[in-house]
């Protein structure tokens, strides 16, 4: 066993949480620092006065009240409230003076933070208008039953786990990067989920050939979690993801070891009903109008005048009828992750970065970046149009700040270029952008895929033509000069 094994062996977690009022956060060693993750508490070694919590928000579903309150606590602690890539939200700039004051303020106001990091089933997700537009089934009561099997496993898994369930007719996110994905989908007229396996920021779920009808979801992640618990190597710790242990054993024998804890019959997968759709800044829906807001637009007159508020993948806010409707502007379609500012992992600040990129024609052409401080992935650059991760390269001479380049294909992102310095990637992406435009496919990933599948060498074939580029601007100046 890794050592954060035998750290759960040791304690009961239970007990651990009753002793957080008598914690020193001003002196926490490096067992603290891991437990505090159950309960959604973050504190690094490298910054340990300053603490974040992560806060639970099933299916992105928050009250207004919640909500509100939330922008009360920002307001009071000078604090920084920030959306993941999981429809979940985080509290930042948080010490230890007031970290446990806050944690349990949340608690009196019934915002759950509990299993939101380290070795968990972490916030369950959907799309973020389930039940609002058309849909096959709503899933938002089936993940409010899925957090009492959440509890069960507080603590206990071999390592994350990310859900999600889908449930609407069509959907312009790609949710095959979590453990497990369970997909809507009918079986000689019964409707319920085809089941998908092993995915992680970096590799695509396996297709695991099993139909989940409605009424077994509860059990049935309850089962996987138990075969993950039960027959996972725990030796490395960067080797234990679900993922990992798909790969040791196979996706069939992995099938029969939850089998091993069904009480019911297992079956092969049926047809599958979900669709691709585009991304829209406002949709009609039968409940009214959903507008699709920037999370870093956010005003509290906004919240306070909707009727319904939710947090989807896209660090966006999906407003239900506000009495003031936000001004109709082109939906983003870039999502990076927090930076530098907020994690000690990221080479730079990607937020900051993510605005200098060719916003409004990426969102013209319906193209999407995902962008990644840095190899965990948690802009999700493996399913995005373009990915970008974050580097710094010393390839073009002295050190500067770049991005390792990728671009989709139906297996997820294939790297392109290895370092592109940040001085020369909007022209790298400009002339992709031009070549997609001259194209005569409907979307960049059909796109994509040919460009991949027909170019022997697709960092070459760029290159060549940004040289291209180059030359003739350069032709283009030499004769302004002559002329002048």
């Known amino acids: 066993m890794n050592k954060f094994e035998k750290i759960k062996q040791k304690y009961n977690l239970w007990e651990y949480y009753h002793s957080l009022p008598s914690l ?42 919640k909500f509100l309150f939330l922008l009360e606590l920002r307001e009071r602690y000078n604090l920084i409230l920030l959306p993941t890539t999981r429809g979940q939200l985080e509290l930042h700039n948080l010490s230890s003076g007031n970290v446990l004051e806050v944690f349990f303020l949340l608690r ?7 299993a939101t990091l380290v070795d968990n089933f972490r916030g369950i997700i959907t799309d973020p208008l389930d039940g609002l537009k058309e849909h096959f089934v709503e899933v938002y009561p089936i993940i409010l039953e899925l957090e009492e099997v959440v509890k069960k496993f507080l603590g206990k898994l071999p390592r994350k786990f990310n859900t999600a369930i889908i449930g609407v007719k069509a959907t312009p996110h790609n949710f095959k990067t979590n ?9 000689e007229e019964e409707l319920g989920f085809n089941l998908y396996l092993g995915g992680k920021n970096l590799a695509l779920a396996q297709d695991a050939n099993l139909f989940v009808p409605l009424k077994l979801v509860k059990p049935f992640l309850e089962a ?42 297992v079956l092969p997968k049926g047809e599958e009903l979900l669709k ?20 870093n637009k956010l005003f509290y007159s906004l919240i306070q ?10 660090q966006h806010l999906y407003l239900l009828n506000p009495k003031t409707p936000p001004a109709v ?8 992750c927090v930076g530098s500012k907020f994690c000690t992992f990221s080479l730079f600040d990607t937020k900051k970065e993510a605005t200098n990129l060719p916003t409004e024609r990426l969102a013209e052409l319906n193209v999407t970046v995902g962008y990644s401080g840095c190899l965990k992935g948690c802009g999700r650059h493996f399913v995005s149009d373009i990915g970008l991760v974050g580097i710094r390269t010393n390839s073009f001479g002295k050190v500067e700040r770049g991005v390792r380049f990728y671009l989709t294909t139906n297996e997820g992102a294939k790297l392109i270029f290895w370092a592109v310095p940040l001085r020369k990637l909007n022209q790298l992406i400009e002339l992709v952008l031009d070549l997609y435009e001259e194209s005569d496919f409907k979307s960049f990933k059909e796109f994509s895929n040919e460009l991949i599948k027909t170019k022997k060498d697709v960092g070459v074939f760029l290159l060549q033509k940004l040289l291209q580029e180059e030359t003739v601007k350069e032709k283009e100046a030499l004769e302004k000069r002559a002329f002048v």
Not at 108 to 114: E, L, Q, W, Y
Not at 239 to 256: A, D, W
Not at 284 to 292: E, N
Not at 305 to 310: L, N
């Open 24 to 65: 020193n956060f001003s002196n926490l060693t490096q067992e603290d620092r891991f437990l505090l993750k159950n309960f959604g508490i973050y504190n690094s070694p490298q910054q340990p006065q300053k603490f974040s919590i992560r806060l639970r928000i099933p299916a992105g579903r928050i009250e207004k009240e």
């Open 108 to 114: 009196k106001r019934g915002i759950d933070s509990f």
């Open 179 to 187: 453990d497990a994905l369970f997909i809507i989908s009918r079986k």
């Open 224 to 265: 996987i979690g138990k075969a993950y618990l039960t027959f996972s190597c725990r030796k490395s710790r960067s080797k234990i993801r679900l993922f990992h242990h798909i790969e040791r054993v196979g996706i069939e024998k992995f099938r029969q070891q939850i089998q091993y804890f069904c009480p019911f019959p």
């Open 276 to 295: 691709e759709e585009r991304i829209k800044s406002i949709y009609h829906t039968p409940k009214g109008v959903v507008y699709r807001v920037p999370f």
């Open 305 to 314: 005048d909707s009727q319904e508020i939710r947090l989807g993948v896209d």
């Open 329 to 336: 502007s082109k939906p983003s379609y870039i999502l990076s």
